[in-house]
Protein backbone atom coordinates (compact mmCIF):
# COMPACT_ATOMS: atom_id res chain seq x y z
CA UNK A 1 0.00 0.00 0.00
CA UNK A 2 1.52 3.32 -0.90
CA UNK A 3 1.92 6.07 1.70
CA UNK A 4 -0.97 6.24 4.44
CA UNK A 5 -1.63 9.17 6.44
CA UNK A 6 -2.97 7.25 9.39
CA UNK A 7 0.60 4.97 9.63
CA UNK A 8 2.78 6.23 12.19
CA UNK A 9 5.44 4.63 9.96
CA UNK A 10 4.71 6.44 7.06
CA UNK A 11 4.03 9.87 8.77
CA UNK A 12 7.98 9.24 10.41
CA UNK A 13 9.30 8.34 7.23
CA UNK A 14 8.05 11.60 5.72
CA UNK A 15 9.33 13.55 8.41
CA UNK A 16 12.69 11.97 8.69
CA UNK A 17 13.02 12.09 4.78
CA UNK A 18 12.39 15.86 4.97
CA UNK A 19 15.14 16.48 7.86
CA UNK A 20 17.73 14.06 6.33
CA UNK A 21 17.29 14.80 2.74
CA UNK A 22 19.29 11.44 2.23
CA UNK A 23 18.81 12.04 -1.56
CA UNK A 24 20.17 15.55 -1.60
CA UNK A 25 17.13 17.01 -3.34
CA UNK A 26 17.51 20.15 -1.44
CA UNK A 27 14.71 20.27 0.66
CA UNK A 28 16.05 23.11 2.23
CA UNK A 29 16.28 25.31 -0.39
CA UNK A 30 12.54 25.06 -0.71
CA UNK A 31 11.14 28.28 -0.67
CA UNK A 32 7.79 26.90 0.01
CA UNK A 33 5.63 23.88 0.96
CA UNK A 34 4.81 23.37 -2.83
CA UNK A 35 8.50 23.79 -3.58
CA UNK A 36 9.05 20.99 -1.42
CA UNK A 37 6.51 18.42 -2.88
CA UNK A 38 7.49 19.20 -6.68
CA UNK A 39 11.09 17.88 -5.28
CA UNK A 40 9.23 14.78 -3.85
CA UNK A 41 6.61 14.05 -6.08
CA UNK A 42 8.27 14.74 -9.93
CA UNK A 43 10.31 12.07 -11.59
CA UNK A 44 12.28 14.21 -13.22
CA UNK A 45 14.00 15.77 -9.76
CA UNK A 46 14.85 12.07 -8.33
CA UNK A 47 18.45 12.21 -8.65
CA UNK A 48 18.54 8.40 -8.13
CA UNK A 49 17.01 7.56 -11.43
CA UNK A 50 15.24 5.03 -9.70
CA UNK A 51 12.22 3.10 -12.01
CA UNK A 52 9.64 1.09 -11.15
CA UNK A 53 7.34 -1.30 -13.05
CA UNK A 54 4.76 0.92 -15.58
CA UNK A 55 1.35 0.40 -16.38
CA UNK A 56 0.57 -1.88 -19.02
CA UNK A 57 -1.62 -0.15 -22.18
CA UNK A 58 -2.20 -1.42 -25.04
CA UNK A 59 0.28 0.58 -26.93
CA UNK A 60 3.09 -0.72 -24.57
CA UNK A 61 1.43 -4.37 -25.56
CA UNK A 62 1.25 -3.52 -29.33
CA UNK A 63 4.89 -2.05 -28.76
CA UNK A 64 6.45 -5.72 -27.24
CA UNK A 65 4.47 -7.77 -29.49
CA UNK A 66 6.21 -6.41 -32.24
CA UNK A 67 8.77 -8.77 -34.22
CA UNK A 68 8.73 -11.26 -31.43
CA UNK A 69 7.81 -14.98 -32.67
CA UNK A 70 4.62 -15.82 -30.94
CA UNK A 71 3.20 -19.37 -31.13
CA UNK A 72 -0.64 -19.35 -33.31
CA UNK A 73 -2.07 -19.90 -30.76
CA UNK A 74 -1.32 -17.17 -28.46
CA UNK A 75 -1.23 -14.51 -31.45
CA UNK A 76 -4.91 -15.82 -31.56
CA UNK A 77 -5.16 -14.74 -28.10
CA UNK A 78 -3.57 -11.80 -28.53
CA UNK A 79 -6.12 -11.07 -31.27
CA UNK A 80 -8.85 -11.55 -29.42
CA UNK A 81 -7.37 -9.51 -26.61
CA UNK A 82 -6.61 -6.18 -28.97
CA UNK A 83 -9.78 -6.82 -29.98
CA UNK A 84 -11.48 -6.41 -26.46
CA UNK A 85 -9.03 -3.00 -25.61
CA UNK A 86 -11.09 0.48 -26.04
CA UNK A 87 -8.30 2.43 -26.97
CA UNK A 88 -4.70 1.73 -27.73
CA UNK A 89 -3.85 3.80 -24.43
CA UNK A 90 -6.01 1.91 -22.27
CA UNK A 91 -4.47 0.44 -19.32
CA UNK A 92 -4.77 -2.86 -19.57
CA UNK A 93 -2.23 -4.27 -16.44
CA UNK A 94 -5.29 -6.20 -14.89
CA UNK A 95 -4.37 -8.45 -17.73
CA UNK A 96 -0.58 -8.81 -17.40
CA UNK A 97 -0.30 -11.80 -15.19
CA UNK A 98 -2.46 -13.84 -18.17
CA UNK A 99 0.15 -12.47 -20.97
CA UNK A 100 2.60 -13.41 -18.89
CA UNK A 101 1.30 -16.71 -18.44
CA UNK A 102 1.58 -17.37 -22.07
CA UNK A 103 5.11 -17.84 -21.15
CA UNK A 104 6.96 -16.13 -24.37
CA UNK A 105 9.93 -15.85 -23.04
CA UNK A 106 10.86 -12.78 -25.59
CA UNK A 107 7.57 -11.27 -25.13
CA UNK A 108 7.55 -11.53 -21.01
CA UNK A 109 11.16 -9.78 -20.95
CA UNK A 110 10.17 -7.36 -22.98
CA UNK A 111 7.11 -7.00 -20.83
CA UNK A 112 9.19 -6.22 -17.56
CA UNK A 113 11.19 -3.77 -19.37
CA UNK A 114 8.49 -1.06 -19.85
CA UNK A 115 9.24 0.75 -16.91
CA UNK A 116 8.85 4.76 -15.95
CA UNK A 117 10.90 6.78 -13.70
CA UNK A 118 10.10 6.76 -9.82
CA UNK A 119 9.59 10.23 -7.88
CA UNK A 120 11.59 10.33 -4.35
CA UNK A 121 8.13 9.51 -3.05
CA UNK A 122 7.27 7.00 -4.82
CA UNK A 123 11.08 5.36 -4.26
CA UNK A 124 9.90 5.99 -0.69
CA UNK A 125 5.87 4.89 -0.43
CA UNK A 126 5.39 2.78 -3.47
CA UNK A 127 4.66 -0.53 -3.43
CA UNK A 128 3.39 -3.13 -6.34
CA UNK A 129 -0.29 -3.30 -6.42
CA UNK A 130 -2.52 -6.50 -7.72
CA UNK A 131 -1.34 -6.20 -11.24
CA UNK A 132 2.49 -5.97 -10.24
CA UNK A 133 2.66 -2.41 -11.38
CA UNK A 134 4.23 0.02 -9.11
CA UNK A 135 1.89 2.21 -7.38
CA UNK A 136 1.91 6.07 -8.53
CA UNK A 137 2.23 7.86 -5.42
CA UNK A 138 1.87 12.02 -5.10
CA UNK A 139 2.54 13.52 -1.76
CA UNK A 140 0.04 16.50 -0.24
CA UNK A 141 0.73 19.46 1.94
CA UNK A 142 -1.97 18.03 4.44
CA UNK A 143 0.50 14.53 4.28
CA UNK A 144 3.81 16.58 5.05
CA UNK A 145 1.88 18.97 7.04
CA UNK A 146 0.74 15.74 9.49
CA UNK A 147 4.25 14.51 9.44
CA UNK A 148 5.68 17.75 10.73
CA UNK A 149 3.00 17.43 13.54
CA UNK A 150 4.63 14.51 14.65
CA UNK A 151 6.51 14.63 18.22
Known amino acids: MAFDINNQADLTALKNEEIDDSAGLGYAAAVNDDALLELMNLAVNNPGGETGIAPLTGRSLWQATINESINAADTKSLDWFFSMIAGIDEDVSDSRADIIALNDIGL ?8 RLLSRSEVLFSNLDS ?4 EFVVLSRIDLETARAQG
Open 108 to 115: NSKLDAIT
Open 131 to 134: NGVN
